[in-house]
Every structure is written in C-alpha cells, then in structure tokens.
C-alpha cells in the first residue's frame, strides 16, 4: 500500500491527466511512476488472491460473500460518497490546471460542494469511485469465483507451474490489450479484468500449493535474472500508445511486458519470503492498518498536493514535502480508524470474535482482517 502513497504523490508530478498537478513537472517522476505500474497493481491482486484463501479457510460460500459485502462492498460506497468528494472538489476549484481529467468548475467551499454534488458519473458529474475501483474489482473476483475458489481449496489447486502461469499473461496481453485498453471502467476493461482475474487466482493457488511455493522458491533468482534483461527492453517502449494496436510492435512489446511483470512478481514473492521470516511487532502493526491506509491515501495525497504547490518549491522539494506530509496523515487517519469502534465497518476493519472479549490495550486483529 505505501507503494500507492509513493505512486500518486507522483501522479501530482508526472505528465498525465490528474485530479491536481504541480506548476512544474519531472520526466523523471513520469518514468519512475511508470516502473511502479508494472509491479503494483497486480502484486495487489496476486496478494489479495492470497489473502482470499486464508479468508476462506473457515468459511462457507455463502459466509465468504457476506464477509466481502461488509470489507470490500461497504467501504465502497462509503468511499464514493464520502473518502472520494474532497479529490473531486480540489479538482473542480482549479481551473488553473490544464491537464485536469475533469474541466467541470466550482466556486465554493466543501461543504457547499457536498451539498450541491451532481450525482452524475465522473467527469462530467460528481459521483466516482476514483482509487477505489480496485475494491469493486476485488469484490467482483471474490464473488464470481467463489465457486471455483472452493473446489481448488477441497481438490487441489491446479497442476500448473509457474512459467505456465506467465504464458497466459503473456496470451492475454497480447490479444486483449489493443482492443481494450485500460480504463478502471469494469464493464469495458476486459485485458484488465482477465488480466488481474488471473492474477488474483495464481495468488490463491500459489498460497494454497507446497509446491508452488517450492518453485518460487527454487525460481525467484532466475526470475529477477529474466528480469534484468527484459526490463531494459521492455523501457525503450514503454509507452503502447505509441504502437499501432496488434502491430508487430505492438504484439512484441506487450509479450515482453507480460513476461517482466511475472518475473518481477516471482522475485518479489522470492525475494519477500527471506526478509518477513518472522512477524515482528511493527508487521503486526501495519497489518492492522493497511486496509484504511489504503482507502485514505489518495484523498490524503490531493488536498495535500493542493497546498503544498501554494509554497512555490521546486519538484525535488514539492514531491519530498506532499509525499512525507501525506504519508504521516495517512498513517494517523489509519490509526484514527483501528482505534474508534464507530470507523471500522466503514473501512472495512472488523475485530475477531475472541479478540471482542479482550481488553482494549490487547487487541489484535486476526490474518482474517486482509482484504
């Protein structure tokens, strides 16, 4: 999740279209935030496949999907109505930024703004679930597959192995991302949705196969090599849309980054499992906040972004000063949550049945508590 934190305070920075943007930009910010894409959102989904297979462990069908209605469906809406406006505002109060998503003015305060939200869909409307897509992502992977989710967990996860897994992403990319390029938009992102799909399912298999976990372990150090070689080739094209959609070019490009993504996954996993061999007390901690950290985040990130570039620094300065600031709210309004009993449910937080019983000073959440 600090990934995000560390992504979208670039997104104030780079050259793309965004909800606020620094006076001056850095190519540097735009390259930087571009390696970030390649690893992280889908290391989120292969983790949340993870974390769906501890969460079904002591589950039925039909127990799981309530438990994703209250953790993911919940803090949705939630954060549509109430986490997301205040990132729609700043942007409607700065016409002054011409690489707006939205051009759509508003002079007034936040309060007013809430008020008087156009309940259309964004941006020509008020009503978004901006970062927070990848929760209805999630709920729609959890949901949908739950069938195939528990037969895997009752007769064995697939006989695949790891460069298999690889080979679909590979197929996918290739036939699916010329036709439908990415979009955040469910019903129109399918490279995305087959893409992340499988992601989240390797996840589950890989936390629910001994074997697996062997050839991660067997693998990791020749992935990150695949990695090193595939990485400088994959930059020199990095941005698609400079290819003609199923171009030779094209096609080889989007192999090469199916093929860096995977490998880049396997040695993190590799890579993971030799520095948390044990849960030390600020893991625990973290855990615990991770989830509302994660909702807060980009909200935090833009009404920072908007004062911040009132002090008029230069980019090193300005992107040091949102991404600290922002990083220190962020953990606090996560904390914020894991201690009021009233927040929880609304960021989806929600206290083990025997932890219930124990005094506030002990309470712990349970590896249930993951997304």
């Excluded at 571009?34 to 496949?49: A, E, I, Y």
């Excluded at 399912?201 to 090599?225: D, H, P």
């Excluded at 030390?280 to 989830?291: N, T």
Aim: hydrophobic content about 50%; charged content about 15%.
């Amino acid at each position: 999740m600090f990934l995000g934190l560390v992504y979208h305070s670039g997104r104030a920075f780079d050259f793309e279209a965004w909800h606020v943007k620094s006076p001056e930009l850095s190519f540097a910010v735009q390259l930087f935030n571009d390696v970030l894409t390649m690893w992280r959102l889908p290391l989120l989904f292969l983790v949340s496949g993870a974390g769906t297979y501890f969460a079904l462990k002591k589950r039925s069908s039909g127990s799981f999907i309530w438990d994703r209605v209250r953790r993911l469906f919940l803090p949705l809406i939630f954060g549509i109505f109430v986490i997301v406006p205040p990132q729609i505002y700043i942007e409607r109060i700065t016409p002054e930024n011409p690489d707006r998503i939205s051009a759509v003015n508003f002079s007034g305060t936040l309060w007013e703004f809430m008020l008087q939200r156009n309940f259309v869909p964004y941006p020509e409307g008020d009503l978004s679930w901006h970062h927070l897509w990848f929760l209805f992502y999630l709920f729609v992977f959890s949901v949908v597959l739950v069938p195939l989710l528990q037969r895997w967990r009752s007769a064995g996860m697939p006989r695949w192995n790891l460069w298999q897994m690889g080979l679909l992403l590979v197929v996918i990319d290739v036939t699916l991302r010329g036709a439908f390029p990415t979009q955040q938009d469910f019903f129109h992102d399918w490279a995305n949705n087959f893409h992340y799909g499988a992601l989240f399912c390797f996840g589950f298999w890989i936390t629910g196969s001994a074997r697996l976990q062997e050839q991660v372990e067997k693998n990791w150090k020749r992935a990150g090599l695949l990695l090193a070689i595939t990485a400088p080739l994959w930059l020199m094209g990095m941005h698609e849309g400079s290819f003609e959609p199923y171009s030779a070019e094209f096609l080889i490009w989007m192999a090469l980054r199916a093929v860096n993504q995977w490998a880049g996954l396997i040695a993190i996993l590799g890579l993971a499992s030799r520095i948390f061999t044990m849960e030390a007390a600020w893991i625990r901690w973290g855990r615990e906040r991770v989830y509302p950290f994660y909702i807060w985040h980009q909200t935090v990130v833009v009404v920072v972004a908007y004062v911040v570039f009132k002090w008029n620094l230069n980019v090193g300065l300005g992107y040091a000063s949102v991404l600290l600031v922002s990083g220190v709210l962020t953990v606090l309004l996560s904390d914020l949550v894991v201690r009021v009993p009233f927040l929880r449910p609304f960021f989806g937080v929600y206290l083990a049945r025997k932890q219930r019983k124990l005094p506030a000073a002990k309470l712990r959440y349970s590896e249930r508590d993951a997304t």
